[in-house]
């Protein structure tokens, strides 16, 4: 089990950002991918979730409205489109896939992430 973050950057306040989550080692279809985030000093949380059975997403209401997650099975990579970017989601993102959307779940380990900063 593989999953490599990529796509982050430095963006101004309200810009956007795509981030990629390229997996492999096993067939999504049979778990969820999650995003996640951890910003200097702060617990990581989770940011957005995806199940590979069905498509259902899932985000904390600190992102919803702003953030999409979606899959590319030809690609085997999910994506975390980020619009109307605040400096408060400023951080460390990775990906992860798991069993389900919560930490508990979650399998394998932290990879080095893709650092995404928003700036006011």
């Known amino acids: 089990v593989q999953l490599v973050e990529s796509g982050g950057g430095l963006v101004q306040s309200g810009g956007s950002l795509r981030l990629s989550c390229a997996y492999s080692?096993?067939?999504?279809?049979?778990?969820?991918i999650g995003w996640f985030r951890q910003a200097p000093g702060k617990e990581r949380e989770g940011v957005s979730c995806?199940?590979?059975?069905?498509?259902?997403?899932y985000y904390p209401d600190s992102v919803k409205g702003r953030f999409t997650i979606s899959r590319d099975n030809a690609k085997n990579t999910v994506y975390l489109q980020m619009n109307s970017l605040k400096p408060e989601d400023t951080g460390v993102y990775y990906c992860?896939?798991?069993?389900?959307?919560?930490?508990?779940?979650?399998?394998?380990?932290w990879g080095q992430g893709t650092q995404v900063t928003v700036s006011s």
């Open positions: 995806i199940s590979g059975s069905d498509g259902s997403t």
């Open positions: 080692g096993f067939s999504l279809d049979y778990y969820f």
């Open positions: 992860r896939s798991g069993y389900g959307c919560y930490a508990s779940d979650l399998m394998g380990s």
